[in-house]
């Protein structure tokens, strides 16, 4: 477990992740250092939304310490009644929707929250072809969004009782991939192939820009390597040192 630690307004504020994602945990701890600056975020009722997440704290004491923990809704379980102090969903969730927007060079991404709803044709849940395509919302908490089978011979025709609203953050439990596109605006098109995303375009039927499973792959090798590499010329100049 990774920690990461700031000092708002005289108070200790810890987050928790198992991954090592320090841009995205400083991002929300500094969020949170700024809007302390307008209002007391250490009130129980304080809730932060950022990005799709929501961000709550948590007062602990341990050995007469008083000092805070940020929180996220269990996006896996049941975000609207539980909540976790492990933020590595939430993290990993702002860096997937980050990438995208900005492989895709979009000014203004359009927010969308976890518990927004998501109209999904019950058929395409467990298909292998499908597509998100995002309209105008209809009302407050509507992402606009519409989870659909690709080349759905029947859309159009299909009956109510066929489509089920769940909220975004029940994509984690049948595409997970689909979750890095919620911020696009609206007009955007996202294909998917089981979970990997294969198309990208915009209202215009433009073709977007998106970073493929092999790109994430060479990403990770890449950075493997790097580490390897610095790690054993660290080794390599103790050795020295230790000749001398």
């Not at 395509?133 to 509507?142: I, L, M, S, Y």
């Not at 489509?163 to 294909?191: C, I, N």
Request: contains cysteine; negative net charge; proline residues 5%.
């Amino acid at each position: 477990m990774y920690i990461f630690e700031a000092e708002i307004n005289n108070k200790k504020v810890k987050l928790y992740t198992n991954y090592p994602l320090k841009h995205a945990a400083t991002s929300v701890l500094r969020t949170l250092n700024m809007v302390s600056e307008k209002t007391n975020i250490f009130n129980p009722n304080f809730a932060l939304n950022y990005g799709w997440a929501r961000y709550f704290l948590s007062k602990r004491t341990d050995k007469n310490f008083s000092y805070y923990v940020v929180q996220t809704p269990d996006y896996k379980n049941n975000p609207s009644q539980l909540r976790t102090d492990d933020c590595s969903d939430a993290l990993v969730i702002q860096n997937m929707q980050v990438d995208t927007n900005m492989k895709a060079n979009v000014k203004r991404p359009e927010p969308t929250l976890y518990s927004d709803t998501i109209l999904v044709l019950k058929e395409a849940v467990d298909a292998p072809d499908v597509y998100m395509n995002r309209t105008e919302p209809a009302k407050n908490g509507d992402s606009g969004w519409y989870f659909g089978l690709l080349n759905d011979e029947r859309e159009g025709q299909h009956e109510n009782d066929e489509f089920v609203t769940v909220p975004t953050s029940e994509l984690m439990k049948f595409r997970g991939e689909a979750l890095r596109v919620l911020q696009m605006p609206v007009g955007t098109l996202a294909v998917f192939h089981d979970n990997e995303m294969t198309a990208l375009v915009d209202k215009d039927d433009n073709p977007l820009d998106f970073t493929t499973a092999d790109d994430r792959k060479r990403s990770i090798a890449a950075k493997k390597a790097a580490e390897a590499a610095e790690s054993a010329e660290t080794e390599g100049s103790g050795d020295k040192d230790g000749e001398e």
